[in-house]
């Protein structure tokens, strides 16, 4: 059974950092794309970030390039998620998301979903 489980999400001031990992299990993970997204209360899940499965590559949304670096060990199965220099914009429940299709920054394309780790920019 293909599962994803996000972790490392917190409170901290803005300017801070966080690291969220999403550990696989259950499936092939080379085979699969990974991404990102986030929840605020009230707003609609935006995407955040991508990773590919083959090469690599990444993608980032224009709110958080050059802050954010997105990664991913096949050997341990994990994706990360470095967040630096967070704004409290950023608060929200981050979830990632797995497809075997090319990255995506629709939500809607992507079938399986872990439970989302909260983050909170707050001072």
């Known amino acids: 059974q293909l599962q994803l489980v996000e972790s490392g999400g917190g409170l901290v001031q803005p300017g801070g950092s966080l690291r969220l990992s999403c550990a696989a299990s259950?499936?092939?993970?080379?085979?699969?794309?990974i991404g990102w997204f986030r929840q605020a209360p009230g707003k609609e899940r935006e995407w955040v970030s991508c990773i590919g499965r083959g090469d690599k590559s990444s993608y980032y949304a224009d709110s958080v390039k050059g802050r954010f670096t997105i990664s991913r060990d096949n050997a341990e199965n994990t994706v990360y998620l470095q967040m630096n220099s967070l704004k409290p914009e950023d608060t929200a429940v981050y979830y990632c998301?797995?497809?075997?299709?090319?990255?995506?920054?629709?939500?809607?394309?992507?079938?399986?979903w872990g439970q989302g780790t909260q983050v909170t920019v707050s001072s």
């Open positions: 998301a797995a497809r075997q299709s090319m990255c995506n920054i629709d939500f809607r394309a992507f079938a399986h």
């Open positions: 259950g499936f092939t993970f080379d085979y699969y794309n």
